[in-house]
């Protein structure tokens, strides 16, 4: 089983400041890897998938990169809206399997 | 638009059974491949199981696996999660989702707003 851990667990940036969030896979996922943006009481919103493309109409302030083990979101430059729960998530077709990593608590500094 | 519709959740007693179903609109539903998610509260996301666009290849977290069933009815653009055998770690808000046309996932997208299911004596 594929183990993704998120860093930080909680991040605390001020608006206008660049965030980046990491997530690392327990062995490689080549780029099958994708982002999600939760906020409270909403339900999860694709942000990135393949590690680096951007689903539509996700704000250009939002880049993934990485690969294989080792991957990041950047959110470029903070809006309100964006301070929320961020989750990573591989995924591997044979055996399926779509591991979420535990999840990164963006707030306000 | 593209929307996907959760219902069926509630209140059930340990050992007990639940069928959850998932409407979807917006899109040619039989195209897709379709997942559901759980979210126990206050934690994070757990994959729960995985329907190919014809029902045809299903799959399953080890966790729920031989205890639920995927299920879809492409006439009916409803996906269904049928549960059985509920234990209290099954207590969650359970998402479904859509992933792409084939087995090579595109990322979820769009999730539903979620239903709540409570295994609780």
């Known amino acids: 089983e594929i183990v993704m851990t998120q860093s930080p667990a909680t991040l605390s940036v001020s608006p206008g400041e660049r965030a980046t969030l990491s997530c690392r896979a327990s062995q490689s996922v080549s780029s099958n890897l994708a982002w999600y943006q939760q906020k409270p009481g909403q339900a999860p919103r694709l942000l990135i998938y393949?590690?680096?493309t951007r689903a539509t109409g996700i704000p250009a302030r939002f880049s993934g990169s990485g690969s294989g083990t080792e991957f990041t979101l950047t959110i470029s430059s903070l809006q309100s809206e964006d301070f929320a729960v961020y989750y990573c998530q591989q995924y591997n077709n044979w055996p399926p399997e779509y591991t979420f990593g535990q999840g990164t608590k963006l707030e306000i500094k | 638009e593209v929307q996907l519709v959760e219902s069926g959740g509630g209140l059930v007693q340990p050992g007990g059974s639940l069928r959850l179903s998932c409407a979807a609109s917006?899109?040619?539903?039989?195209?897709?491949?379709m997942h559901w998610v759980r979210q126990a509260p206050g934690k994070g996301l757990v994959w729960v199981s995985r329907i190919n666009s014809d029902g045809s290849s299903t799959s399953y977290a080890d966790s729920v696996k031989g205890r639920f069933t995927i299920s879809r009815d492409n006439a009916k653009n409803t996906l269904y999660l049928q549960m059985n055998s509920l234990r209290a770690e099954d207590t969650a808000v359970y998402y479904c989702?859509?992933?792409?046309?084939?087995?090579?996932?595109?990322?979820?997208?769009?999730w539903g707003q979620g239903t709540l299911v409570t295994v609780s004596s």
């Open positions: 393949g590690a680096s």
């Open positions: 989702a859509r992933d792409s046309y084939s087995d090579i996932s595109l990322g979820f997208d769009p």
């Open positions: 917006g899109f040619t539903f039989s195209s897709y491949w």
